[in-house]
């Protein structure tokens, strides 16, 4: 059953909340006073029964609810009314919550909580039921995908085990959504009580939605047994499809000492060996079972040791994860894979079985990857690897839309095979960005894909791109380094961190292509050169920079291959100096003797210059003894 967090109303500041207690939510002392525990079985019969309350799920539009005195069943004064948002509405996503009492009552006598609803439309509820209390929620039943017409119509929702139901606070809730177009609309629900129906007869329990499921695990997996339900006969001869909560179950385990199952489903491995686990439903046993070969202790993946700021996570727990849409997309009709992931000491591990191919999709929004180097990928393959065997790995770019699907999406595989396949052991897979050649751009990366053949299922973990140090961000993320050279000793063209030479025109029409602009980089002033063919710099008077040393300047580029800088005098006489791109590992300083630029009349300087290709960042450009 899905978990819902509850967003409960104070007493004070919201008017639904002040509403609900006009229309009768305060305890009826008569009510509590003839008995220790009520059992009145009214929930909402044209208003509420005493010491009934609401609370908003979170997550929902809390304005949602709200009792209606024009539409009715049957004409009566009054009915709850819920009007479900459009899909995006600011003010929440869906309509819901819960209606519970602070003192429970004794339901013990009925067999079914009954109500009637219609819609404005044809409309599909996600869930509703009984149970949820706000504190264990123990004893839940609940209908799913509850389809409703427009015409009033008598619900019914089976108590599996009325005789468990002796202190119960959970009267009432449900859950709906936008439909299938993402549109709202509105539904009534009404006459809500507890009910004794002679004409309900208790069918087939379920565990696992009754599928008799095998799985290979380690010691201190825990999991829960889930797919819980049961089938009943209704008094119109409908056979009911009822969710239960595991309280209404007895779970056994066929061998305690390798795995242990509590009262609320939760399986625990203990020690090597096989453990059948199964439950009864009153005096029935449930259909399902889940078989359990304990392979003994669990030999984890190895820790990541790359920097967490170098890294973009897609599944791991070392790091921080990318918004992750599934780690199985089910992809019908031609998957055949299926998951059954496990937690361990604290380690979370993928676990796919009956593999052909998976998907994994992060799509919401997309990653860029560009300033990554490598894809890495962590795999145990519990299974000997035979003859032929291979594992593909394909990354897929969703394109400049973000979207799947379209002319723009791109994608690459790698495929591997022995020796680097081994069985029983971790493999840990390091895939250059730079061998997908497919792969035309990586600002939109929306997928992964695995497949392989005679390869029957593996675990899997650590699974992120990481920058080996050996990919340039196209932006510099940090400014160029703080000048330390005193003031006393510098002449200035650009910088910060001194006065620079007054009136300087840092972009002069010169006929070039390049754009030039300042921008900040973490605070910073930076000349930018995109698209770099020639660019000029105009002092706003002529230098003497004869008494000094050395020209420094800071400059950063991840794709250049070319980069000269010029000193100019009258003439003009100008003379180049090469400087070495890419500035790998981030920015560069360099100091150039000023004799490198001979014949220039370094007592006249009136520009300098740059030429080469690429975008080319520079910071601090300043004359120095």
């Keep these: 059953m899905k978990t819902y967090s509850i967003f409960k109303y104070k007493k004070t500041g919201l008017a639904l909340m002040s509403l609900l207690l006009v229309l009768g939510c305060q305890n009826d002392d008569a009510d509590l006073q003839t008995a220790k525990y009520s059992n009145n079985p009214n929930v909402f019969i044209d208003s509420f029964s005493g010491g009934l309350e609401y609370a908003a799920f979170s997550g929902t539009d809390i304005f949602a609810f709200q009792v209606?005195?024009?539409v009715a069943y049957n004409n009566t004064s009054a009915s709850m009314r819920f009007d479900v948002p459009n899909v995006n509405d600011p003010a929440g996503s869906y309509a819901g919550g819960a209606f519970f009492t602070k003192v429970g009552k004794d339901l013990t006598s009925y067999n079914a909580l009954t109500f009637w609803a219609k819609s404005l439309q044809t409309a599909t509820i996600g869930t509703v039921g009984f149970g949820l209390d706000l504190g264990e929620n123990k004893y839940q039943a609940s209908l799913t995908n509850l389809k409703l017409s427009t015409v009033w119509k008598k619900?019914?929702?089976?108590?599996?085990?009325?005789?468990?139901?002796?202190?119960?606070?959970?009267?009432?809730?449900?859950s709906a959504g936008p439909d299938q177009n993402g549109n709202g609309f509105s539904f009534w629900v009404d006459e809500v009580k507890f009910?004794?129906?002679?004409?309900?007869?208790?069918?087939?329990?379920?565990i696992l939605n009754g599928v008799n499921k095998t799985e290979t695990s380690f010691v201190g997996v825990k999991k829960t047994i889930d797919g819980l339900t049961s089938i009943f006969n209704l008094p119109n001869g409908i056979n009911q499809a009822v969710s239960l909560s595991p309280a209404y179950f007895v779970f056994s385990s066929s061998n305690p000492s390798a795995a242990t199952v509590d009262n609320l489903g939760k399986v625990t491995i203990l020690a090597a060996g096989t453990a059948v686990i199964t439950a009864k439903l009153g005096e029935a046993t449930a259909k399902g079972s889940l078989t359990i070969n304990s392979l003994g202790s669990f030999t984890h993946a190895p820790t990541p040791a790359q920097d967490a700021a170098k890294v973009l996570s897609i599944y791991s727990d070392k790091y921080t994860n990318a918004s992750v849409e599934y780690f199985n997309g089910y992809w019908a009709p031609y998957q055949t894979t299926t998951?059954?992931?496990?937690?361990?000491?604290?380690?979370?591990?993928?676990?796919?079985?009956n593999f052909n191919f998976v998907g994994i999709q992060f799509s919401k929004p997309t990653v860029s990857v560009s300033n990554m180097s490598h894809l890495h990928l962590d795999l145990f393959m519990p299974n000997a690897i035979t003859s032929g065997a291979n594992f593909k790995v394909q990354v897929v770019d969703f394109g400049a839309d973000g979207v799947f699907g379209g002319s723009d999406d791109t994608s690459s595989t790698v495929t591997f095979v022995g020796p680097t396949l081994v069985s029983q052991s971790w493999i840990g897979l390091n895939i250059p960005l730079s061998s997908l050649t497919g792969l035309l751009a990586k600002d939109h990366i929306g997928q992964i894909i695995l497949s392989g053949t005679n390869i029957t299922g593996f675990y899997a973990d650590n699974i992120y791109f990481y920058d080996d140090g050996s990919v340039i961000p196209s932006v510099p993320v940090t400014a160029a380094p703080t000048p330390t050279t005193a003031a006393s000793n510098v002449l200035s063209i650009f910088s910060d961190a001194y006065t620079n030479v007054a009136a300087t025109n840092f972009n002069p029409s010169w006929g070039q292509s390049t754009v030039a602009t300042q921008i900040l980089i973490a605070g910073n002033n930076t000349l930018k050169y995109a698209g770099l063919n020639y660019q000029g710099i105009e002092l706003g008077s002529a230098q003497n920079v004869s008494s000094k040393g050395f020209l420094h300047l800071d400059y950063y580029s991840s794709n250049s291959t070319s980069l000269k800088v010029y000193l100019i005098s009258p003439g003009?006489?100008?003379?180049?100096?090469?400087i070495s791109v890419p500035s790998i590992g981030g920015w560069k300083s360099i100091d150039i003797p000023l004799t490198a630029f001979s014949p220039v009349n370094l007592s006249n300087i009136i520009q300098l210059k740059f030429d080469g290709n690429g975008n080319i960042y520079l910071d601090n450009i300043y004359f120095k003894n």
Excluded at 155 to 174: A, R
């Design 68 to 70: 209606d005195n024009k």
């Design 339 to 353: 998951s059954a992931d496990f937690v361990v000491d604290g380690d979370n591990v993928l676990n796919y079985a």
């Design 195 to 206: 009910e004794k129906l002679g004409t309900i007869a208790l069918g087939e329990g379920s």
């Design 155 to 174: 619900y019914i929702i089976p108590i599996p085990d009325p005789s468990k139901l002796k202190i119960e606070k959970g009267m009432f809730y449900i």
């Design 572 to 578: 003009p006489v100008e003379k180049a100096y090469t």
